[in-house]
């Protein structure tokens, strides 16, 4: 089975700032690697696929970068609504296993 | 516009069963790989089953063999019929569209229905 791991576990940010959320596989799982926005009572929302690409609708200030094993969610430029937990997810096989989940908050 | 809504969450015993129905509209549920993720209190989202177009089935080994997944297609309905049920199945449980085309994403989620195992 291949494990998904992120870092960090929760970071705090304030509005405006950078931030990189890193997602690594147990095993190469080429570019099937996608990022998804979970809120509290709400469904999860997918955010990229393919590792890089954007999903229709998405802001573009969230981008996505990596392949192979090492993968990366970037937020140019934080705004109010982005905190929130996010999730990687390989789909390089057909159990779709989930990442951890990284809690983004409001410093 | 694709619509997913799920039903039949509760609060059930260990042990007992239940099916969970999630309604699909916008799309054919035959014509794209369906499957059901869970979300416990305070814990990060799994896997839980996929139904594959062609009516193959695949589940997490923690549901394997007492969760079984389901479709009508002439009502456009997933199922999830779960028996046996266990405490750590308290969770909220999606159902998922799989996109098709390149890594095969899950780009449509239904707003959940809570299942609560306890005594």
């Known amino acids: 089975d291949i494990q998904m791991t992120q870092s960090p576990s929760s970071l705090s940010a304030s509005v405006g700032d950078r931030v990189t959320i890193t997602c690594r596989a147990s095993q190469t799982i080429s570019d099937y690697l996608n990022w998804y926005q979970g809120k509290p009572g709400k469904a999860p929302k997918l955010l990229i696929y393919a590792a890089s690409r954007l999903h229709t609708g998405v802001p573009s200030r969230f981008s996505g970068s990596g392949s192979g094993t090492d993968f990366a969610l970037t937020i140019s430029s934080l705004q109010a609504e982005d905190f929130a937990t996010y999730f990687c997810q390989e789909s390089y096989t057909s159990f779709y296993t989930f990442g951890p989940g990284t809690k983004v908050d409001i410093k | 516009e694709v619509q997913l809504v799920e039903s039949g969450g509760d609060l059930i015993r260990p042990g007992g069963s239940l099916r969970l129905s999630c309604a699909a509209s916008?799309?054919?549920?035959?014509?794209?790989?369906m499957s059901w993720v869970r979300q416990a209190p305070g814990k990060g989202l799994e896997w839980v089953s996929l139904?594959?177009?062609?009516?193959?089935?695949q589940y997490a080994d923690s549901v394997k063999g007492r969760f079984t997944i389901s479709r009508d297609n002439s009502k456009n309905m997933l199922y999830l019929q779960m028996n046996s049920l266990r405490v750590d199945d308290t969770a909220i449980y999606y159902c998922?569209?799989?996109?098709?085309?390149?890594?095969?994403?899950?780009?449509?989620w239904g707003q959940g229905t809570l299942v609560t195992v306890s005594s």
């Open positions: 916008g799309f054919s549920v035959i014509s794209n790989y």
């Open positions: 139904i594959f177009t062609d009516g193959e089935t």
């Open positions: 998922a569209k799989i996109g098709v085309g390149a890594s095969m994403p899950f780009d449509d």
